[in-house]
């Protein structure tokens, strides 16, 4: 029985070495799957930490670029403003200058849109009522030298200023209001350049 037990002393000796060898195998493929998943792990958060990174300074790019484009869009709007207001004053100033230079204005811009045929001027009750006394006579002599005929209307036409040019069925707008309003993408540049 000496042998039996000997031999049984062996195989429970190799199977505890094996089982051991198993066991630190086992250990060793758990340490290096854990070390793995530990790497893993960390190539995450350090790619996951990187993307955040770039998100915030992605985002904080963007919040800046909206700062920087409403801050022009405020800067530009002030400027449209100023712009505005300096062509509304210049047109305002015309139409309250004194009658002598404010009708040798008119008698250029009727000079300008004189037609042939009969035409009829028609103005606001402030500005008929201020008409210098040669005035007609020298629309008249104007019209005529162009090879047509114009009169003032004894009629107030609803108009602050400036005139309406009348030719048969056709009415020209030439009030200040008008002129300017045709002219306003020249005088805004005009103004800019002198502004800026």
């Known amino acids: 029985m000496a042998g039996i037990d000997n031999i049984t002393k062996e195989i429970l000796q190799e199977a505890q070495e094996r089982a051991g060898q198993l066991i630190a195998?086992?250990?060793k493929k758990a340490d290096a799957a854990q070390d793995e998943a530990k790497k893993a792990a960390e190539e995450t958060l350090k790619k996951a930490g990187e993307k955040a990174e770039l998100d915030a300074a992605n985002y904080a790019d963007r919040i800046a670029s909206q700062i920087g484009l409403r801050k022009r869009q405020a800067a530009l709007t002030a400027k449209q403003g100023i712009i505005d207001q300096v062509i509304e004053t210049a047109r305002k100033q015309l139409s309250e200058q004194d009658a002598a230079p404010y009708f040798e204005m008119i008698v250029k811009l009727v000079t300008s849109h004189i037609g042939k045929g009969a035409g009829e001027l028609f103005f606001g009750s402030r500005d008929l009522g201020?008409?210098?006394?040669?005035?007609?006579?020298t629309v008249s002599a104007i019209a005529k030298a162009k090879g047509g005929e114009l009169k003032i209307s004894?009629?107030?036409?609803?108009?602050?200023?400036?005139?309406?040019?009348?030719?048969?069925?056709?009415?020209?707008n030439c009030t200040l209001d008008a002129l300017f309003a045709e002219k306003r993408d020249s005088l805004l540049d005009k103004v800019n350049k002198v502004l800026w």
């Open 25 to 27: 195998e086992a250990q």
């Open 154 to 172: 004894d009629k107030a036409a609803d108009i602050s200023d400036g005139f309406i040019l009348k030719y048969g069925g056709i009415e020209e």
């Open 130 to 137: 201020r008409l210098p006394k040669a005035f007609a006579e």
